[in-house]
């Protein structure tokens, strides 16, 4: 049987946050700094204080809005072919997104991030079977024009890769322009089908941004998914009680979710959640800690009270180095995220409490989502697995196991997960192929998938990427 779904909340737990965030949403509200969207929800029975620009929400309304949401809607590469359904129970794994820094390759040093590692960021994705979506690894720091710097990103990854794009920003000219290019590269019809998912979200405590409105309301309306990903910090912005923390969050992206199905009913968007604690000793803003791994599960259980497909970050980790710490917070985290049931989960290859990437992180990064999936899948259990006519026959003392059928016929199955990086062997082996850590396999690996070439992108498309980077830039 598979690994039992984790939970940190018990079912009156959930109901208690639920009913917090309602009582919060209708006798708090949230303020929404955009005065056409206040229209809109004024429009719908929305009571609206024009003055503070506060919308409160109604039990009711969102109740309706959250039945009218997709449980799950099917993805399609850059060629238009299937690729999976969001929110069939499988875990998705996403790289990226939305760093500045690269650790490069050669010199082993933190510098700023160019358009060039996003390409051979997104070669190497494309050769890896446990990244199914291709995050915006960082945004390149190399660009004539800084808020272009997203959309050269977005061109270099649908260039370099096959895989869905997952793309994330507040600007609503940069978000068209994403857009834009997604729907020029894919061979699908963008509005029927899914090749492309954004982010959007609203700043805490409870409150949206002018822009970040306008973005919402033109991405629903096209009809491109949604992940609606508050990130409130436990005691900055949001209660310091996780308790708290989870109830600003579940409140936020509850506003968020009942917007979209008020500007288009049926909507595709994602109950998200990028939590983030805080070290009180020093300020620092944490992503890696244990305490935002526990929030990642409660956030999966309250996207399942809603019936919603949900979206974590993971895997995370605080610290600037490839190093121990970083195994530990990533693997926890990522671990955490694909066995508590999350939908999608956005982050492999990055670290430095999201600031930094690089394609040995990558590497390691697939490495530990494929043992977290593995490791979730747990026993399959049958007559044939158990094998006890073959134990039978051996008996006891017996020899045979090596050479039996029954081995050779399981030999090949995906029982067993054959590592990428891990060092098995004796000493004198690992020894004799240069006594290399993790790292350093990595980046051996990093090298082999980035010298193979992109997939092929025809002319014509290519030449329209090129035209709309063009008219983004005049």
């Given at each position: 049987m598979k690994l039992n779904t984790l939970q940190v909340l018990s079912d009156s737990e959930v109901r208690q946050i639920h009913e917090a965030s309602l009582d919060i949403l209708a006798n708090c509200g949230v303020k929404i700094l955009n005065p056409r969207s206040l229209d809109l929800?004024?429009?719908?029975?929305?009571?609206?204080?024009?003055?503070?620009?506060v919308v409160r929400f109604t039990r009711t309304c969102v109740e309706e809005a959250l039945a009218k949401i997709p449980r799950q809607f099917d993805v399609f590469d850059r060629e238009g072919r299937f690729v999976f359904t969001l929110g069939d129970g499988t875990p998705r794994v996403a790289a990226g997104h939305n760093a500045v820094f690269w650790v490069d390759s050669e010199t082993g040093k933190t510098r700023p991030s160019t358009v060039?590692?996003?390409?051979?960021?997104?070669?190497?994705?494309?050769?890896?079977?446990?990244?199914?979506?291709?995050?915006?690894?960082?945004?390149?720091?190399?660009?004539?024009?800084?808020?272009?710097?997203?959309?050269?990103?977005?061109?270099?990854?649908?260039?370099?890769?096959?895989?869905?794009?997952?793309?994330?920003?507040?600007?609503?000219?940069?978000?068209?322009?994403?857009?834009?290019?997604?729907k020029a590269a894919f061979k699908g019809d963008l509005v029927s089908q899914v090749y492309g998912i954004g982010q959007l979200s609203p700043t805490s405590p409870l409150f949206w941004e002018e822009s970040v409105c306008e973005a919402l309301e033109e991405t629903v309306k096209?009809?491109?998914?949604?992940?609606?990903?508050?990130?409130?910090?436990?005691?900055?912005?949001?209660?310091?009680?996780?308790?708290?923390?989870?109830?600003?969050?579940?409140?936020?992206?509850?506003?968020g979710l009942v917007m979209s199905q008020l500007i288009?009913?049926?909507?595709?968007?994602?109950?998200?959640n990028s939590w983030t604690t805080t070290d009180m000793r020093t300020g620092?803003?944490?992503?890696?800690?244990?305490e935002t791994t526990i929030c990642r599960i409660a956030g999966a259980q309250l996207a399942r009270f809603y019936n919603v497909p949900c979206h974590t970050t993971a895997?995370?980790?605080?610290?600037?180095?490839?190093?121990?710490?970083?195994?530990?917070?990533?693997?926890?985290?990522?671990?955490?995220?694909?066995?508590?049931?999350?939908?999608?989960?956005?982050?492999?290859?990055?670290f430095?409490?999201?600031?930094?990437?690089?394609?040995?992180?990558?590497?390691?990064?697939?490495?530990?989502?494929?043992?977290?999936?593995?490791?979730?899948?747990?026993?399959?259990?049958?007559?044939?697995?158990?094998?006890?006519?073959?134990?039978?026959?051996?008996?006891?003392?017996?020899?045979?196991?090596?050479?039996?059928?029954?081995?050779?016929?399981?030999?090949?199955?995906?029982?067993?997960y054959m590592p990428r990086l891990a060092v098995r062997g004796p000493r004198a082996s690992w020894e004799a192929a240069g006594s290399k850590d993790t790292y350093e396999i990595a980046k051996d690996w990093a090298r082999k998938l980035a010298a193979e070439p992109a997939p092929a992108l025809d002319p014509e498309r290519k030449a329209r990427l090129e035209e709309i980077v063009r008219e983004f830039m005049s």
């Open positions: 929800l004024a429009s719908k029975g929305l009571a609206v204080d024009l003055n503070t620009m060039a590692d996003v390409e051979m960021f997104a070669r190497i994705c494309d050769k890896l079977p446990h990244i199914d979506v291709l995050g915006i690894p960082v945004m390149p720091q190399d660009v004539a024009n800084p808020n272009s710097s997203l959309v050269y990103a977005v061109k270099a990854c649908i260039e370099n890769s096959t895989k869905p794009i997952y793309f994330s920003t507040d600007k609503p000219n940069v978000n068209r322009a994403c857009i834009e290019l997604l096209i009809g491109i998914p949604l992940a609606i990903l508050p990130e409130p910090n436990a005691g900055v912005s949001a209660p310091y009680t996780l308790a708290g923390l989870l109830t600003i969050d579940n409140a936020e992206c509850l506003s288009k009913p049926g909507a595709k968007v994602l109950y998200a620092a803003a944490l992503v890696g800690s244990v895997p995370n980790s605080d610290n600037h180095a490839h190093d121990e710490q970083n195994s530990w917070e990533k693997t926890l985290s990522q671990f955490c995220s694909i066995a508590a049931g999350n939908d999608l989960i956005v982050n492999c290859g990055m430095a409490t999201g600031m930094t990437c690089s394609h040995e992180q990558l590497i390691m990064d697939e490495e530990i989502s494929a043992m977290s999936r593995r490791l979730v899948r747990g026993v399959e259990v049958t007559a044939d697995t158990i094998a006890v006519d073959l134990i039978k026959r051996i008996g006891p003392q017996g020899e045979g196991y090596l050479t039996a059928d029954h081995t050779f016929e399981h030999l090949h199955g995906d029982e067993y």
